[in-house]
Structures are given as C-alpha cells and as structure tokens.
C-alpha cells in the first residue's frame, strides 16, 4: 500500500496544522490573557491557511488518485480503503468551492457577527435581515458550487452529515412532529405534576466541581488522556486519540448546568478517545459525524445521566455535599426535577422533550429560505407561527425568537438537523446495546458503567470515520436511522414522569 | 517601504508558524496530559519543519537582498534598517548549515539526551564519552559551516549572543578570576557568618503562590498580558508583545525556590512584553540575546529582589503569612539568609557570588574541547581541577561534575556565557539607571518600582532587538561590556553581609 502510504504521509502535515489550531483555539478559550487575543487570530489565521493550502493542492488530488487506484480492488472494510474514501469526501468538498465564494463567505460572516449580536440585543430583525439574506445567496452559491441531486440542502447538509438526504431528515422530522406534538401539548397541561426549585438554590462550586469530576472519570473518560477545564461555552476538543480535552462551566445558581454540561462533552469525548489506535495521525480518527457525536454526549447525559438508575448510584454522594438543599429531597423528586419540562422559548435551554421541536422549526425554516419558498422579510412571522403550532407559545420579541442562535451568522446551514440525529440515534444505539447486554441497567445502578462503554467502544468508537453515518447505524443496529424508537423512548419517560 | 513590507508579510507565517509551536510547547510543559506525548512531538515536527521551510526558502532570500537595496541609504536607527539587519543575521545562521549536519546534529542530540541522562544516574562519564566526542565534532563542522574570523567558538556564541566575540568574553572572565577567586575564598573562611536554615521550613504552597504573584504584579510584570502557571522546569514563552507567559516550581521546604524563581522569570517577561508595540508581530519584537535577557532576569531577580530595601517593603507581608516560621526573625537576619554563599558543586543551586566561576569554567572548557586543547578522556579530571582552583573544592563523583548539565547533551555550545554576560551587563544597567533615577532605591524601599520599570523600559525594553547586544550596552551605558562594575557590586554587598 505504498500510495495511500504516501497520502497518509503527504496529509500528516495539514492534519498537524490542524491540531495546532485546535490547541490555539483550546488555549483562547481557557487561559489566554485578553492581551493575547489580536496575535492569536493571526496566528490561527496562518495556520489555516496553511493547512488549507496543504489539504487542497495538486499534489494531494494526484496521490488521491494514485491511491483510488490501489485500493480499487480492496474490500470495503479496509482501514486503507475507507482513508481514500474519507480524504475524497473532504478533499471535494474542499476543492469544489471556488476560493473566491470561500473568501467572500468568511468576510460576510465576520462582519455578521456583530450585526447579529447587535440586532438581537435590541430584538431589531430588521437590522440583520439584509445580511441574512446576503448569507442564503452565498450558502446557495455554496450548495451550487458542491453539487446535489435532490435538493440545495443536501449539499449543506452534507457538511456536517456526510451523505444524509433532505428527504431523509424530512420523513424523520414528520414522523416526530405527528407523535410529539400532542404529547407536549399533554405534558403542557399538566406541568405542575414536577417541581424544579430545588434546582435553583445556591450550590457550592468546588463541590460541584469534584462531584463532576467524580462522575466523569466514574463513566470512562480517561483523564490521562484528557483533562476537564473552565471555558464560557462548554466544547470538546482533540489534538489526538490520547489527548481529547472538555470544558464546562458552573452556575452556582442552577447545579444541572456544569454537571450535565460536563457529561455531554464526556460523552463527546469518549467517543473520540475510543478511535482505534491504528487511525492516530490519519483522517479516519475521530467522530464520523456531527449527528453520531451528539448521539455519545446525549446518550450519556440523557439516557444515562438522567435516568433513574444512574441517580440510584450518584444520589446519596451528591445529598451528603449539599445537604442542606438535598437533604431532604428524595430520589424521586430529584429525579422528576432534573427531568423537568418546560415552555422554554429558548433552544439551549430546552428539555429533552421539546428540544426536537427547536430543531425540527430550524429545519424547516432553512430550506424554505433556501429554496425561496419563504422570504427573508417574512421570516420572524413564519419562526412565530410555527412556535405556535408545534408548542403553543408565541415568542414576544424576535430576541426570543429568530434571533436566538449564532449559527446563521456564522454560515452555519445544514447543521441544525444533527442534533436531532444524534438524539434519535442515540435510543437505537441505546435499545442494540440492551439488547446485547441486557445487564446494562443494573449495571448502571451499581456505578459499573465499563459494560455500556465497552459496547460503544467495540460497536462504534473503534471505528472512527470508516463508516458513514447511516452505514454505522445500520451495521450496529441492523436498520436505518429511524424516529420511533426515539419517540418510544420518550413516551415511555415522560408519561411515567407526569403521571399521564 | 514596499519592499521591506514584502518582506516583513512573507515572514509573518513564519513568525507565526514559530508562536504556534510556543503555544503548544507551554502547554506540553503545564497542561496537556500524559496521553499527548507522542503526538505533541509530531505536531511541534511539522510547525518546526514548515517554519523553517518558509523561513530559508529562496523566496525569503530575493525578497532580503530588495529590502537590502531599499534600506542601503536610511539612517542605522530606523526600524525597517534594523529588521532588516536581524533577518539577515537570522537568514545567514538558518542557511549557512547544510540540511544534512541540521539533520545529524538533531539525530545524534535526540539520542544523546538518554544517554548522558543514563551516565548522569550512573556517574559514568565513560558511557557518556562518545556521543560527546561525537557531538563537540558535529559542532566543530556547524562553526565551520557558519564560518568565523577568529575562534571557532566565536561562530556559536553568535547564535545565543550575536556579535559578541570569544576574545572578549575571555577578557572579561580573566578580569573576573582574578578578583573573584580570593574573595570566594575569604567568604568561605566566614561561611558561619550567616545562618539559612530558616528557608528550609515548610512553607505552605498556598500562600507562597499568593504572595509570589502580589510581588511579581507590583513588580510591573502586566497580567492581562500574561499569567503564571506551574511546570517542572521554570520559564517564560511568548506569542505575541501581548501574551508572554512564565511558570514556576514549588518547593514546601524551601521558600526560595518559587519566590525568586518567580521574580527571575517576571524578569524576563517584563523584557519581552517592553517591546515598541509596532514591533509586533515582526522578528524585532523580543530580546536581543541570551546575555541582556539574562541581564534583566538577573537584575530583578537579585539587585533588586535580593536587596534589603525591596524586603523593606516586603518582609511584613512575608511574615504576616508565615509567622510561625518568620515571627521571630528580624529583617537583617532574613536578608542574610536569602543571600547565602554556600560551597555548592551544582551550577543551578549556586548563590550570585559563585555562579559566574561554575560558568567560566563551563566556557574555558568548550573552548578547549572544540579546539582540541582537552580530549574527551582528560574532561572530568580538568572539570575537578578548575572546580578545586576556582572555588576550593573536589566533586566526590561526575554525577556532581562535568555530567551534571544538559546542555552539551542537547548540543548546546555556546550557550553558557550568556549567563555570566547578563550578570555582568545587569549591574552595568542599573548603575546605569540609579546615575540617571537617584530616587530608584527610595521607591523600591516604598514598594514602588514604577520610575525603574520605566527606565529599562524606555532604554533597553522598547528596542526590541533593533541594537545587537554590545551596541545596546554601549547605548545605554556609555561604554562597553565589562565586569568591573559586577566586581565592585558583588564586593560592597558581601563584604557587609560577611562582615569581612
């Protein structure tokens, strides 16, 4: 395998570049002195560009195909084979763009950013309208540019979700919202049945600070691999297989905050620590999509970290170090608490239960916007209209409502959906290991949780990007990604929880 | 000033390339887990690599010699004369030798590291014996390579000291014998004059973290442009003017260690955060050499923080914090024991009175091993010779001798000296500045270092690397580099603390 020696060898470097940057980025946002700040962006700036340049060269598109050519008669499971599939992947998504679109976004997108921070400050979606319609002409020259067969999303969408279909998405989100908005309705009318003040009393942060600490190593996060550091936006990030460092942050006011936060990005990252080690320094290490990370870190935080079983375990710890607001709290109210729904306007903030719905809109709303089906002007009314109808609540100002998340002005279009992916795939992820070890959640109320990481690990972390996101799902779970188990899931949940 | 623009834009990722590997150099020495080892190095290869690459590229070459020709008739004093200058000395030094000796050197230094560090473990200078004849001739052939007038050993030092000369840092050291020897030995004769034992107490790390950062703060050193953290081996790094970081070590039984490791690093840092802002982001911005960097480590390490008027101020505080330990020590007893003599055989632990003869005597035996005056063989019996001349004692074993440095291992010749110069140039500079700022020892017995920040600051800091080493002396000083001054300062202040 001398040629896809030499292609491994030949990208090294630019996937180095790219480690670099994420320990600039990762330094940024811990320890960086803010005098440090102008420097750094020249610093990530180079390194970019140079890692780009190094990924988009000829000499990368003639030991790809050098390397195509040698693999051509492999099986597909071969580590080699499924490197020269990935590298294509990326390589034509990197290449297909023209540097001048590139460009032009980046610019668009750095000048959005305050115009966006700006207007939602003062809830003014007529500031921001014009650059938001700027942004979908160029994500549409994007999605040109990249090629699709179907529709302009899939181009998008293919970013963060390689080969998933709009259609797909679609059937799943229609599915869902068949299903789920009664249910939330149901739930709605009966939020008083869980009672979540105890969430917001004063918790010290050392305490919650070792209690996290406890549980993440507890769950398998290998902390001579990683590390848990303070950041103001919680993230996962590596520089390798054996050095996959999270962030959180703490509330003193609201404990949930850092300790779910903390189990989502330990969740993330054992995902990425559990690449095989032979795919160290190749591209095949790592997550193969946005939507099979955020199956690890919801199914960690929710399936496991919100479950009855797991508090079984974790309860009697956390009552003794905050024993005046737990101590007389029993497990079944602090279960119910931590699981509470709500009619929350905000998608951060949203519960297991209507999380889906905030994407479900977003979804909607980018490929009308995209296809011109709906114009910009028009878009705050059709966000509130469709808050009406899936959850029964209008936002009172764009703030709340439109204006609310980063991503489009940062460029960020066909991202949205992996989220719900990632928490539909989680239950079929869930339900498979079950299946195979049905001792998981004893397991679990023990504090053995080695018997569901093992099962990941072999099923879905060695595997690191070999296999596309709906091949994983069906090679682990025997059937395509699908919705109904999800929902299952959460019926099941939910109706115990609010007694319907 | 097109062409000096060209060349400051292309360097630039280079600058960058070379910030990037600083960045992920700290972290490896405070932050990254164990796990990150392996591919740490492979990260900190390729950025060295393209750095380099970039750096001694033909296109830096051409793009020189026009900023050469557009710079032949401007005033010495300009900035783009003087960056223009660096580079070519930064060029000629990067370019001169062949990729294949860069490429041994690396090979054979990498691999010597383990073996002089086995020896070391051992005492066996035998073990360590042909890889150091290995590498003196390696840099026998880099100073041919780099070429020189007079010494071989004058085209290493130019590396760490830029047109300092070999001729002259032996002038100074003669100079130095001849006073220092007697007068070490008329101290050693008194060494029950002063009592240490008081540092070796257990001092909490807590408070000694405390009250080393409310030193280092009041000091100058700007923590919003940088910040201290902790590592095995104390130093300071920088990416930016802006961002210029240091750490340090804590030792429970020895208070010393963290505090003036502490104020030494601050030194250094407070030289490199001093550059003219337009500097940044060019190869001016920093320190001129090893020597000066050295010369303000070492003057606010020791003029000024071993000194009784900084402890004026200080010693309260001190002892607030540790009275147990310092209740009932007056200030001059505290200010004797933290300026101790002892009859040290280890470099790193020797006192400012000693430290100069444990470096002329590293220097006078480079000199001898690469002009082949002194084989291999004959090193450690010509080690404890000088050892016993200059200073009245025998190392017991070679443990504690000629293997007890890194430096050769890492084929660092050369290098030593620097040491000695910033010692020397210290003290030059701050006569230099208490001539120009009488008040300054006042202001330091008041806890204010403001008005002598602001003078090395305007005189030496703001430089950059515009002036070469000598040149910056004379400038500053009005005349050369000399040792006289060092002598005299020495002199008056332990002949008081000896009472000789």
């Not at 990683?226 to 936006?233: E, L, M, P, S, T």
């Not at 239960?353 to 490929?367: A, K």
């Amino acid at each position: 395998m001398q040629n896809v020696q030499n292609l491994k060898t030949h990208l090294a470097d630019a996937l180095y570049l790219q480690y670099a940057s994420a320990v600039l980025g990762w330094d940024q946002q811990t320890y960086m002195p803010p005098g440090g700040v102008a420097a750094r962006a020249e610093q990530l700036a180079t390194l970019s560009k140079l890692a780009h340049e190094l990924f988009v060269s000829d000499e990368t598109g003639r030991l790809l195909e050098e390397a195509e050519a040698e693999v051509a008669g492999m099986g597909y499971d071969s580590n080699d084979a499924a490197l020269v599939r990935v590298v294509r992947h990326d390589y034509d998504l990197a290449t297909r763009v023209p540097t001048s679109l590139v460009a032009e976004i980046a610019r668009t997108t750095s000048q959005a950013h305050e115009i966006w921070a700006n207007a939602r400050e003062d809830s003014d979606f007529a500031a921001f309208a014009p650059t938001l319609e700027k942004i979908i002409d160029l994500m549409r020259q994007k999605a040109e540019a990249l090629g699709y067969e179907d529709r302009l999303y899939d181009a998008l969408l293919d970013e963060y979700e390689p080969h998933m279909k709009t259609a797909d998405v679609e059937r799943l989100f229609i599915e869902l919202r068949e299903e789920l908005v009664p249910f939330v309705a149901a739930i709605f009318d009966r939020l008083d049945a869980v009672d979540d003040t105890i969430m917001h009393m004063n918790y010290d942060i050392d305490q919650q600070t070792e209690f996290g600490l406890r549980v993440i190593e507890q769950l398998g996060y290998d902390m001579t691999r990683g590390r848990q550091d303070r950041a103001v936006h919680p993230f996962t990030t590596n520089f390798s297989i054996n050095d996959v460092r999270i962030t959180t942050r703490y509330r003193e006011d609201y404990m949930p905050s850092a300790l779910f936060g903390s189990i989502h990005e330990a969740g993330h990252a054992m995902y990425e620590q559990g690449s095989d080690p032979s795919l160290e320094g190749t591209f095949l290490a790592g997550g193969t999509s946005l939507g099979v990370h955020e199956s690890q870190s919801r199914l960690w935080e929710n399936i496991v970290g919100r479950s009855r079983g797991f508090w079984q375990h974790f309860y009697p710890d956390l009552q003794r170090r905050y024993p005046d607001q737990l101590g007389l709290v029993n497990l079944d109210a602090f279960y119910k608490a931590i699981n509470a729904v709500s009619r929350s306007l905000i998608r951060v903030e949203a519960d297991e239960v209507t999380y889906n719905l905030h994407i479900m809109l977003r979804f909607e709303m980018e490929n009308d916007l995209l296809e011109g089906k709906l114009a910009v002007n028009d878009a705050p009314d059709a966000w509130n209209a469709k808050m009406e109808q899936y959850m029964g609540i209008t936002p009172p100002s764009d703030k709340d409502g439109i204006l609310q998340d980063v991503h489009w002005s940062s460029g960020l279009m066909g991202y949205f959906p992996t989220y719900s992916l990632g928490n539909f795939l989680s239950v079929q992820f869930w339900n498979k290991a079950l299946e195979e070890v049905p001792s998981i959640p004893g397991d679990i109320a023990q504090g053995n949780f080695a018997p569901l990481l093992e099962w990941l690990q072999t099923n879905i972390y060695v595997h690191g990007r070999k296999y596309w996101p709906a091949e994983l799902a069906e090679r682990v779970t025997g059937e395509p990604m699908q919705v109904r188990s999800f929902l299952r899931y959460l019926k099941d949940k939910f109706t115990d929880i609010y007694d319907l």
